[in-house]
């Protein structure tokens, strides 16, 4: 095996990063086998390759592509071969946390000073798809813990939250989670009730929170509360602090390998140094959603192109009435369509992502992409599943658990209907939530 261990040492300080980066192609495959077990076989090697109908490639640097070679190689070595497993049994495999650590796979745009990558926003994006290419519940495990933790703390926290949390989000020392739904306020934070109250040397903390990504193995949790004039502020709550605990959630169906729960405050005392002092209101958290529905955007497609690229590949290998499935004219169809709506998706992408670096995205622009990408990664996931026939519920394949997956995707940071309110918000300058 010819690997290549990468240092990546960016000139001008710009950014220092481990990747490792495989150049053989050391799985092959025999397309052309009629037998059953070889072809359940050829089903769990993982042999994705991307399309890439618009030569999107020849926009991205030399770096980006390197970038995305080596989490491609690390999801085919550390996810794919288990993910089927731990989907099935529900089981959240804590050990990534410090593998995405070491791969830098944490707060890639966060300055190299706090430990991040110092990477642009494609890099970014290219990771959380290919990290979402192999499994959505890895990707949120990822995004959570980048754009919703850290982010929020470079951004709003003091200099000395940055150093006290930062290197050790990012190297996977600890893993955070990020507090924003409640019970009864979902869609609608504004109206959260979890709050704090000023006792002199200590805040007070008391609430809920619901849906929980990464709570509960969290050392580390983001909490959006209200003060006593009902203005919302972020807190740093460390696992530990008495009257601090985060129930796991049980039963989901869907992002089966990320691990959910709740987090529940029970007069809670926080040092008053753990409140972030950068940014209050509800802005300040819509902000952090910001960047977390960015990758979100590029992740759906990874989930969309890995369904995609199975389908094509069990339609070649997959002979009905004397010939492979990929010859009939509605096998065609559902393909076309997909690489169709994948091709556009990239694109759309990648001028996001050039809008991101430049500091101009809007939030209109985010919620389009986020809510088009993931409707249309659903859409394929189902049609794939379609050219699976039987196949295609069984875990033989990886498209009914990206499928189960997207229906929390397209929920979570803001529902498919919100998303719609945010543009309907855009267009007419009238909002429509109430
Ligand atoms: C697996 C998973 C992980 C999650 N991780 C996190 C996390 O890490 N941190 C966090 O803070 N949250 C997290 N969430 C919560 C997620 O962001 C919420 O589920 C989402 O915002 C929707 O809130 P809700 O479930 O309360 O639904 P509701 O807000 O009750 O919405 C129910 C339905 O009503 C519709 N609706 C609501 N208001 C309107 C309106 N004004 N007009 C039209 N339709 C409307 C919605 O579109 C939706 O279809 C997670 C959720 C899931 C499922």
Redesign the pocket.
């Known amino acids: 095996m010819n690997c290549i261990r990468w240092n990546l040492i960016y000139q001008k300080g710009l950014f220092y990063g481990k990747f490792e980066y495989r150049t053989d192609n050391h799985i092959c495959m025999d397309l052309q086998s009629q037998n059953a077990s070889k072809a359940r076989k050829i089903s769990k090697q993982d042999l994705f390759e991307h399309p890439d109908l618009y030569k999107v490639d020849d926009l991205l640097s030399e770096e980006h592509k390197l970038i995305r070679s080596s989490i491609r190689d690390f999801v085919k070595r550390e996810i794919s071969p288990y993910i089927e497993d731990w989907a099935q049994r529900s089981h959240f495999p804590y050990e990534i946390v410090k593998k995405f650590g070491n791969l830098g796979a944490f707060g890639p745009t966060i300055p190299v000073a706090y430990g991040g990558g110092g990477l642009d926003y494609i890099s970014y994006g290219l990771i959380m798809q290919e990290i979402e290419r192999g499994d959505s519940g890895m990707r949120?495990t990822a995004s959570?813990q980048g754009s919703?933790v850290m982010y929020p703390i470079y951004k709003f926290g003091s200099e000395q939250q940055r150093k006290k949390y930062l290197p050790k989000l990012a190297s996977g020392e600890w893993l955070g989670?990020?507090?924003?739904?409640e019970p009864d306020?979902?869609?609608?934070p504004s109206g959260m009730v979890t709050n704090f109250k000023d006792k002199g040397d200590h805040y007070l903390l008391n609430g809920a929170?619901m849906?929980?990504?990464?709570s509960p193995k969290a050392d580390v949790a983001v909490v959006w509360a209200k003060d006593e004039n009902g203005r919302i502020h972020g807190l740093i709550a460390d696992r530990g602090m008495p009257g601090f605990t985060t129930p796991e959630t049980h039963g989901?169906w869907?992002?089966r390998a990320?691990s959910?729960g709740e987090l529940v405050f029970d007069n809670v005392k926080i040092p008053k140094e753990n409140l972030l002092p950068g940014k209050s209101g509800l802005g300040a958290p819509l902000m952090c959603l910001d960047s977390a529905r960015y990758g979100i955007a590029w992740g759906a497609i990874g989930a969309a192109m890995d369904c995609y690229d199975a389908a094509r590949r069990y339609a070649a290998d997959r002979i009905q009435f004397g010939k492979p499935i990929a010859s009939f004219q509605l096998v065609q169809k559902k393909l076309a369509e997909m690489l169709t709506e994948i091709t556009k998706a990239q694109l759309l992408n990648w001028r996001l992502g050039v809008l991101m670096n430049e500091g101009k995205a809007t939030t209109a622009q985010i919620s389009l992409a986020k809510r088009n990408n993931v409707q249309l990664a659903l859409e394929i996931s189902r049609e794939a599943r379609q050219i699976h026939g039987g196949m295609g519920i069984t875990g033989e394949y990886p498209i009914m658990r990206h499928m189960m997956n997207l229906e929390?995707v397209v929920?979570?940071?803001?529902?498919?209907?919100?998303h719609l309110?945010i543009l309907g918000n855009e267009i007419t300058g009238i909002p429509?939530?109430?």
């Open positions: 949120s959570v919703l989670c990020f507090g924003l739904t306020h979902g869609s609608n929170k849906w929980i990504s990464n989901k869907s992002l990320s959910t929390s929920t979570y940071e803001g529902t498919h209907d919100i309110l429509a939530f109430v």
